[in-house]
């Protein structure tokens, strides 16, 4: 929180799911960014086009750069995703739109945009540094083959991104000389790890037990409170200690509709896959009244489900989490297909949601995409174009480019190829 305060003018944005905990309490708009460490882990670095977070530019545009919140685990001032996720992110773009401009005529001096690889020497070693710097024209090429719209990107970038690293351990530092970016030749991504590294990873504070980079896993102890209930609650909550347990439980037994709360709270429930006419959302954007002032047609892919819905244009796939899940989600697949054929053919708004917005939904509408519309987002008048591996991914990237949120698990997508293999022919 302090650290926002010493940059005030940056965008804030929340990595994944930890840094939600944090950002709230700034009382300050926040953005959402998904950079695995898994990407960053050695000798397995990547850019991975299904965690493109190029939703970020534009907003990084508005702000003159972002400062992105993450913690990590004991024995790590800085998580993984800081060190080299973002640093390969950053660079992977600037030579990108470096290489698309000189495609379109463009001349730029390499002087002018920077594209070298930066990453933090105290993290990253110089012999790791070279090994993912040679990795990086081949990251560029894939997001250039990824079917993304460069013209978008390059146009939402004026100056090349720069990632910069703070750490608690900073604070005196930067408050002695806070960073002035206004007329630096970069756009900062500022990576800032929330996590004060303690030697043992945990140290008793007046009141509780500090254990570094317990945000990044709540799963495991918050009781299934999230940061919404949580700052909704929490004067609540830290009043009694002793009852501080049993605080936390009421409270999310309270909110059985906190998926939906979550969904209104971050104020974007759907989004529409353009230049089609199919929407996709979390479990808010399918509540009735509220869903059929913008849809026409709704597939729930959701456990969960709403009373009183329509059910001539209404399909319910009661998809699971697990295992169980994933054999449903699979035979799911062509029921969609089926249920969708004539809305799409009398161009009506079909909406494909979720409880969050992320997964099953996204799997039923790549689906839906492939089977109906070209590489370009336009209804197929003719045979159906021979479906790899390269026009699932092109029909994600069309997804992700309109809803951030969509990160379908590798699972997902096989079985989306799974159905499309065992359907051609």
Known sequence: ???????????????????????????????????????????????????????????????????????????????????????????????????????????????????????????????????????????????????????????????????????????????ESPPDFDDAPFCPVVCLSA?????????????????????????????????????????DILSNQAECEEKVKCIVAANKDALMEEGE????????????????????????????ENFDYIINCSVLEYEGMDSSKYLHLPIPDGKKGQIIFGASIQKAIEFVHDPIMENKRILVHCSTGKDYSVGILTSILIHYYDLNGQLLTSAKPRVDKKTVQHQLVRIISNWEKASPSRVTLKRVNTHFMSHSG
């Not at 140290?203 to 299934?224: F, I, K, N, T």
């Open 265 to 292: 709270a971050d104020g974007k429930n759907f989004a529409m896959v353009q230049p089609t006419m199919l929407g996709i959302g979390n479990y808010a954007s399918g509540k009735p009244p509220y869903c059929w």
């Open 195 to 235: 996590s004060e590294a303690v030697e043992t990873g945990c140290q008793s504070r007046p009141g509780y037990l500090y254990v570094q980079g317990s945000g990044d896993d709540q799963e495991a102890w918050a009781l299934g409170l999230t940061h919404i209930m949580f700052w909704k609650n929490h004067l």
């Open 1 to 175: 929180m302090e650290m926002t305060e010493l940059m005030p003018k940056l965008a804030l944005v929340a990595n994944e799911r930890c840094g939600s905990w944090y950002i709230d309490r700034t009382k300050k708009k926040a953005y959402s960014g998904y950079f695995k460490s898994t990407d960053g882990h050695m000798h397995i670095w990547d850019f991975n086009i299904r965690r493109n977070n190029l939703h970020l530019l534009p907003i990084i545009l508005e702000h003159g750069g972002c400062m992105i919140v993450d913690s990590t685990r004991k024995g790590k001032r800085i998580p993984d995703a800081l060190s080299k996720t973002i640093p390969i992110w950053c660079c992977t773009i600037n030579r990108a739109v470096h290489r698309h401009r000189l495609s379109q005529g463009i001349k730029q001096d390499e002087k002018d945009w920077d594209m070298a690889f930066h990453s933090l020497p105290t993290a990253v070693s110089r012999s790791e540094h070279a090994q993912i710097e040679a990795k990086l024209d081949g990251f560029v090429q894939r997001l250039l083959d990824s079917g993304i719209d460069m013209e978008v990107v390059s146009n939402g970038l004026v100056k090349p991104l720069r990632p910069i690293w703070f750490t608690p351990q900073s604070y005196d530092a930067v408050v």
